[in-house]
Protein backbone atom coordinates (compact mmCIF):
# COMPACT_ATOMS: atom_id res chain seq x y z
CA UNK A 1 0.00 0.00 0.00
CA UNK A 2 1.89 3.06 -0.67
CA UNK A 3 2.04 6.27 1.35
CA UNK A 4 -0.96 8.30 -0.12
CA UNK A 5 -3.29 5.00 0.42
CA UNK A 6 -2.60 4.55 3.80
CA UNK A 7 -3.24 8.07 4.44
CA UNK A 8 -6.45 8.40 2.68
CA UNK A 9 -7.28 5.15 4.46
CA UNK A 10 -6.73 5.97 7.55
CA UNK A 11 -8.53 9.30 7.38
CA UNK A 12 -11.73 7.44 6.22
CA UNK A 13 -11.82 4.95 8.91
CA UNK A 14 -9.79 5.61 12.05
CA UNK A 15 -11.13 6.87 15.05
CA UNK A 16 -10.30 9.69 17.26
CA UNK A 17 -7.76 6.86 19.40
CA UNK A 18 -6.09 6.22 16.47
CA UNK A 19 -5.59 9.76 15.35
CA UNK A 20 -4.83 11.06 18.41
CA UNK A 21 -2.18 7.92 18.47
CA UNK A 22 -0.36 9.08 15.69
CA UNK A 23 -0.35 12.29 16.62
CA UNK A 24 1.53 11.93 20.02
CA UNK A 25 4.03 9.62 17.87
CA UNK A 26 4.96 12.56 15.59
CA UNK A 27 5.59 14.55 18.10
CA UNK A 28 8.63 12.72 19.06
CA UNK A 29 9.90 13.86 15.36
CA UNK A 30 12.28 16.90 16.39
CA UNK A 31 14.54 14.70 18.46
CA UNK A 32 14.18 10.78 17.46
CA UNK A 33 13.18 8.94 14.13
CA UNK A 34 10.34 8.04 14.27
CA UNK A 35 10.81 4.36 13.49
CA UNK A 36 12.55 4.11 16.39
CA UNK A 37 9.85 5.31 18.90
CA UNK A 38 7.18 3.28 17.47
CA UNK A 39 9.89 -0.22 18.06
CA UNK A 40 10.62 1.30 21.35
CA UNK A 41 6.77 2.02 22.13
CA UNK A 42 5.59 -1.48 21.23
CA UNK A 43 8.46 -3.04 22.78
CA UNK A 44 8.20 -1.17 26.51
CA UNK A 45 4.11 -1.94 26.28
CA UNK A 46 5.00 -5.53 25.64
CA UNK A 47 7.24 -5.65 28.37
CA UNK A 48 4.92 -3.77 30.73
CA UNK A 49 2.68 -6.41 29.91
CA UNK A 50 4.23 -9.64 30.13
CA UNK A 51 6.08 -8.36 33.08
CA UNK A 52 2.57 -8.43 34.64
CA UNK A 53 2.25 -12.18 34.41
CA UNK A 54 4.99 -14.23 33.10
CA UNK A 55 7.50 -14.28 36.38
CA UNK A 56 10.27 -16.19 34.76
CA UNK A 57 11.21 -13.70 32.33
CA UNK A 58 10.98 -10.95 34.11
CA UNK A 59 14.63 -9.96 35.32
CA UNK A 60 15.52 -9.85 32.17
CA UNK A 61 12.85 -8.14 30.56
CA UNK A 62 12.92 -5.71 33.16
CA UNK A 63 16.46 -4.84 32.69
CA UNK A 64 15.32 -4.21 28.94
CA UNK A 65 12.25 -2.02 29.97
CA UNK A 66 14.73 0.37 31.87
CA UNK A 67 17.35 0.33 29.19
CA UNK A 68 14.83 1.73 26.71
CA UNK A 69 12.84 4.10 29.01
CA UNK A 70 17.14 5.55 29.74
CA UNK A 71 17.15 7.10 26.48
CA UNK A 72 14.00 9.23 27.14
CA UNK A 73 13.13 12.70 29.01
CA UNK A 74 10.33 12.64 32.01
CA UNK A 75 7.88 14.33 29.33
CA UNK A 76 8.58 12.10 26.37
CA UNK A 77 7.99 8.79 28.85
CA UNK A 78 4.77 10.39 29.55
CA UNK A 79 3.79 10.39 26.40
CA UNK A 80 4.42 7.27 25.89
CA UNK A 81 1.49 6.66 28.71
CA UNK A 82 -0.74 8.84 26.47
CA UNK A 83 -0.08 6.96 23.88
CA UNK A 84 -0.55 3.30 24.91
CA UNK A 85 -4.00 4.73 27.07
CA UNK A 86 -5.18 5.54 23.64
CA UNK A 87 -4.10 2.41 22.36
CA UNK A 88 -6.53 0.76 25.03
CA UNK A 89 -9.28 2.86 24.07
CA UNK A 90 -9.20 2.55 20.41
CA UNK A 91 -9.48 -1.21 21.08
CA UNK A 92 -12.30 -1.03 23.43
CA UNK A 93 -14.34 1.19 20.96
CA UNK A 94 -13.87 -1.63 18.12
CA UNK A 95 -14.65 -4.02 20.83
CA UNK A 96 -17.99 -2.18 22.19
CA UNK A 97 -19.00 -1.51 18.35
CA UNK A 98 -18.21 -5.10 17.18
CA UNK A 99 -20.51 -6.71 20.25
CA UNK A 100 -23.20 -3.99 19.54
CA UNK A 101 -23.04 -3.79 15.40
CA UNK A 102 -21.22 -7.25 14.62
CA UNK A 103 -18.02 -5.44 13.29
CA UNK A 104 -15.31 -3.13 14.28
CA UNK A 105 -11.97 -5.06 15.14
CA UNK A 106 -8.97 -3.73 13.15
CA UNK A 107 -5.35 -4.18 12.90
CA UNK A 108 -4.17 -0.45 14.85
CA UNK A 109 -0.59 -0.90 15.56
CA UNK A 110 -0.17 -2.22 11.66
CA UNK A 111 -2.48 0.70 10.29
CA UNK A 112 -0.31 3.12 12.45
CA UNK A 113 3.18 1.50 11.32
CA UNK A 114 1.80 1.55 7.28
CA UNK A 115 0.47 5.45 7.77
CA UNK A 116 3.86 6.48 9.01
CA UNK A 117 5.42 4.79 6.73
CA UNK A 118 7.87 2.83 8.69
CA UNK A 119 7.30 -0.54 6.91
CA UNK A 120 10.82 -2.27 5.37
CA UNK A 121 10.35 -1.74 1.65
CA UNK A 122 13.51 -3.48 0.63
CA UNK A 123 12.86 -6.48 2.62
CA UNK A 124 9.06 -6.61 0.78
CA UNK A 125 7.50 -5.76 4.20
CA UNK A 126 3.90 -4.28 3.93
CA UNK A 127 0.84 -5.20 6.50
CA UNK A 128 -2.14 -7.11 4.32
CA UNK A 129 -4.57 -4.77 4.89
CA UNK A 130 -7.75 -5.49 7.24
CA UNK A 131 -10.31 -5.80 4.83
CA UNK A 132 -8.79 -8.56 3.33
CA UNK A 133 -7.58 -10.60 6.37
CA UNK A 134 -11.32 -10.29 7.38
CA UNK A 135 -12.42 -11.77 3.44
CA UNK A 136 -9.86 -14.58 4.03
CA UNK A 137 -10.78 -15.73 7.36
CA UNK A 138 -14.34 -15.60 6.39
CA UNK A 139 -13.56 -17.69 3.69
CA UNK A 140 -11.14 -20.12 5.80
CA UNK A 141 -13.00 -20.69 9.15
CA UNK A 142 -16.74 -20.10 8.15
CA UNK A 143 -18.74 -21.09 11.13
CA UNK A 144 -15.95 -21.87 13.56
CA UNK A 145 -15.43 -25.14 11.62
CA UNK A 146 -15.43 -28.61 13.21
CA UNK A 147 -12.77 -27.93 15.85
CA UNK A 148 -14.62 -25.50 17.94
CA UNK A 149 -17.80 -27.77 18.07
CA UNK A 150 -15.32 -30.98 18.77
CA UNK A 151 -13.14 -29.26 21.30
CA UNK A 152 -14.02 -26.17 22.21
CA UNK A 153 -11.55 -24.02 20.72
CA UNK A 154 -9.37 -24.42 17.61
CA UNK A 155 -6.03 -23.40 16.65
CA UNK A 156 -4.21 -20.89 14.30
CA UNK A 157 -0.90 -20.80 13.42
CA UNK A 158 0.24 -17.98 11.55
CA UNK A 159 4.44 -18.06 10.38
CA UNK A 160 4.48 -14.82 9.24
CA UNK A 161 2.32 -12.75 11.92
CA UNK A 162 3.37 -8.88 11.13
CA UNK A 163 1.11 -7.27 13.85
CA UNK A 164 -1.36 -9.94 14.24
CA UNK A 165 -3.93 -8.48 11.70
CA UNK A 166 -4.84 -11.84 10.56
CA UNK A 167 -5.79 -13.31 14.23
CA UNK A 168 -7.48 -10.67 14.64
CA UNK A 169 -9.44 -11.14 12.01
CA UNK A 170 -10.19 -14.53 12.67
CA UNK A 171 -11.10 -13.62 16.22
CA UNK A 172 -13.99 -11.44 14.69
CA UNK A 173 -15.23 -14.47 12.61
CA UNK A 174 -15.47 -16.22 15.52
CA UNK A 175 -17.47 -13.51 17.28
CA UNK A 176 -19.56 -13.19 13.86
CA UNK A 177 -20.31 -17.19 14.32
CA UNK A 178 -21.66 -16.77 17.49
CA UNK A 179 -18.49 -17.76 19.67
CA UNK A 180 -16.46 -15.98 22.21
CA UNK A 181 -13.07 -15.87 20.56
CA UNK A 182 -11.74 -15.41 23.78
CA UNK A 183 -12.27 -19.12 24.58
CA UNK A 184 -12.74 -19.84 21.44
CA UNK A 185 -9.10 -19.07 20.02
CA UNK A 186 -5.90 -20.00 20.49
CA UNK A 187 -3.17 -18.86 18.40
CA UNK A 188 0.98 -19.31 17.67
CA UNK A 189 2.34 -16.67 15.82
CA UNK A 190 5.87 -16.29 14.75
CA UNK A 191 7.78 -13.53 12.99
CA UNK A 192 11.48 -12.41 12.10
CA UNK A 193 11.17 -9.06 13.21
CA UNK A 194 11.29 -8.09 16.94
CA UNK A 195 9.18 -5.05 16.17
CA UNK A 196 6.37 -7.16 14.79
CA UNK A 197 6.31 -9.46 17.62
CA UNK A 198 5.67 -7.06 20.15
CA UNK A 199 3.27 -5.03 17.91
CA UNK A 200 1.19 -8.85 17.84
CA UNK A 201 1.47 -9.68 21.54
CA UNK A 202 0.12 -5.95 22.28
CA UNK A 203 -2.68 -5.75 20.41
CA UNK A 204 -3.31 -10.00 21.10
CA UNK A 205 -3.09 -8.94 24.32
CA UNK A 206 -5.17 -6.14 24.33
CA UNK A 207 -7.90 -8.28 22.95
CA UNK A 208 -7.36 -11.14 25.30
CA UNK A 209 -7.45 -13.70 22.76
CA UNK A 210 -4.86 -16.80 23.95
CA UNK A 211 -1.49 -16.83 22.37
CA UNK A 212 1.74 -17.69 21.65
CA UNK A 213 4.13 -15.10 20.22
CA UNK A 214 7.40 -16.24 18.96
CA UNK A 215 10.29 -14.24 18.16
CA UNK A 216 12.07 -16.69 15.50
CA UNK A 217 12.72 -17.62 11.63
CA UNK A 218 9.69 -20.02 10.46
CA UNK A 219 11.67 -21.01 6.87
CA UNK A 220 14.71 -21.62 9.12
CA UNK A 221 13.30 -23.10 12.10
CA UNK A 222 14.94 -20.82 14.41
CA UNK A 223 13.44 -18.88 17.67
CA UNK A 224 15.16 -16.19 19.55
CA UNK A 225 12.15 -15.43 22.04
CA UNK A 226 8.84 -16.92 23.53
CA UNK A 227 5.96 -14.09 24.48
CA UNK A 228 2.72 -15.53 26.06
CA UNK A 229 -0.39 -13.59 26.40
CA UNK A 230 -1.75 -12.77 30.08
CA UNK A 231 -5.05 -14.55 28.40
CA UNK A 232 -2.86 -17.74 27.62
CA UNK A 233 -1.38 -18.01 31.09
CA UNK A 234 -4.43 -16.84 33.18
CA UNK A 235 -6.36 -18.94 31.13
CA UNK A 236 -4.35 -22.38 31.73
CA UNK A 237 -4.10 -22.94 28.07
CA UNK A 238 -0.93 -25.02 28.55
CA UNK A 239 -2.79 -27.49 29.76
CA UNK A 240 -5.61 -27.05 27.52
CA UNK A 241 -3.44 -27.65 24.55
CA UNK A 242 -1.21 -30.31 26.10
CA UNK A 243 -4.39 -32.28 27.58
CA UNK A 244 -6.11 -31.77 23.29
CA UNK A 245 -2.84 -32.95 22.00
CA UNK A 246 -2.38 -36.06 24.24
CA UNK A 247 -6.05 -37.14 22.83
CA UNK A 248 -6.45 -36.23 19.81
CA UNK A 249 -3.05 -37.29 18.10
CA UNK A 250 -2.94 -35.91 14.66
CA UNK A 251 -5.75 -33.42 15.34
CA UNK A 252 -5.72 -30.93 12.42
CA UNK A 253 -5.32 -27.29 13.58
CA UNK A 254 -6.21 -23.87 11.05
CA UNK A 255 -3.47 -22.32 8.78
CA UNK A 256 -3.66 -18.63 7.13
CA UNK A 257 -4.00 -20.24 3.84
CA UNK A 258 -6.33 -22.69 5.02
CA UNK A 259 -4.06 -25.79 5.00
CA UNK A 260 -4.23 -28.10 8.22
CA UNK A 261 -1.06 -29.62 9.90
CA UNK A 262 -0.91 -32.72 11.81
CA UNK A 263 0.54 -32.50 15.33
CA UNK A 264 2.83 -35.37 15.83
CA UNK A 265 5.31 -36.81 18.27
CA UNK A 266 4.19 -35.36 21.41
CA UNK A 267 6.49 -35.57 24.08
CA UNK A 268 5.07 -37.51 26.92
CA UNK A 269 3.55 -35.27 30.16
CA UNK A 270 6.25 -34.93 32.96
CA UNK A 271 4.12 -33.37 35.22
CA UNK A 272 -0.04 -33.29 36.47
CA UNK A 273 -1.61 -29.47 36.73
CA UNK A 274 -1.34 -27.82 39.96
CA UNK A 275 -4.65 -26.35 41.38
CA UNK A 276 -4.27 -22.97 42.49
CA UNK A 277 -4.75 -19.24 42.17
CA UNK A 278 -1.13 -18.45 41.18
CA UNK A 279 -0.99 -18.10 36.93
CA UNK A 280 2.52 -20.08 36.37
CA UNK A 281 4.02 -18.91 33.41
CA UNK A 282 5.56 -21.18 31.03
CA UNK A 283 9.00 -21.93 30.85
CA UNK A 284 10.51 -25.44 29.47
CA UNK A 285 11.86 -27.65 32.46
CA UNK A 286 14.96 -27.78 33.47
CA UNK A 287 17.39 -29.56 32.09
CA UNK A 288 20.94 -29.72 31.67
CA UNK A 289 21.12 -28.60 27.82
CA UNK A 290 19.15 -24.50 27.02
CA UNK A 291 16.05 -23.53 25.60
CA UNK A 292 17.99 -23.15 22.23
CA UNK A 293 19.32 -27.13 22.36
CA UNK A 294 16.05 -28.33 23.13
CA UNK A 295 14.28 -26.30 20.11
CA UNK A 296 16.74 -27.37 17.24
CA UNK A 297 16.87 -31.44 18.94
CA UNK A 298 12.78 -30.70 18.14
CA UNK A 299 13.65 -29.35 15.31
CA UNK A 300 15.96 -31.77 13.53
CA UNK A 301 13.33 -34.43 14.85
CA UNK A 302 10.80 -33.16 12.29
CA UNK A 303 10.08 -31.91 8.77
CA UNK A 304 10.64 -28.02 8.55
CA UNK A 305 7.13 -27.47 8.10
CA UNK A 306 6.57 -29.20 12.00
CA UNK A 307 8.21 -25.78 13.26
CA UNK A 308 4.57 -25.19 15.34
CA UNK A 309 5.24 -28.59 16.69
CA UNK A 310 8.92 -27.88 18.05
CA UNK A 311 6.91 -24.69 19.59
CA UNK A 312 4.49 -26.86 21.10
CA UNK A 313 6.73 -29.32 22.85
CA UNK A 314 9.02 -26.55 23.94
CA UNK A 315 5.75 -24.14 25.54
CA UNK A 316 3.55 -26.64 26.59
CA UNK A 317 5.88 -29.78 28.42
Known amino acids: MSRRSAVSKHNATADEHQRELVKLIREFSQR ?7 SDFVEICALSISNSVDQPQFQVREKRYLEIVGKYTKDEIDRFARMFAQLVLSFEKRVEEMRV ?6 DVLGAAYM ?17 LSRLMAKMIIGDG ?17 GAAGMVIAAAESLNDAGFNYQRALHAT ?33 QVWGLWYTPAHI ?6 KLRARLEATDGDPVATPDGRSEAAEDVVPASQEPVDGDIAIAEAPAATGTSVTDLFEDAV ?12 DQLSLF
Open 32 to 38: HHLHGVF
Open 101 to 106: AGAGLT
Open 115 to 131: MLELGNDRAGQFFTPYE
Open 145 to 161: GDAVKAHGFMRLQEPAC
Open 189 to 221: CIDIDPCCVHMAYVQLSLLHIPAIVVHGNALSA
Open 234 to 239: LGGWRW
Open 300 to 311: QATPAQRMFDAI
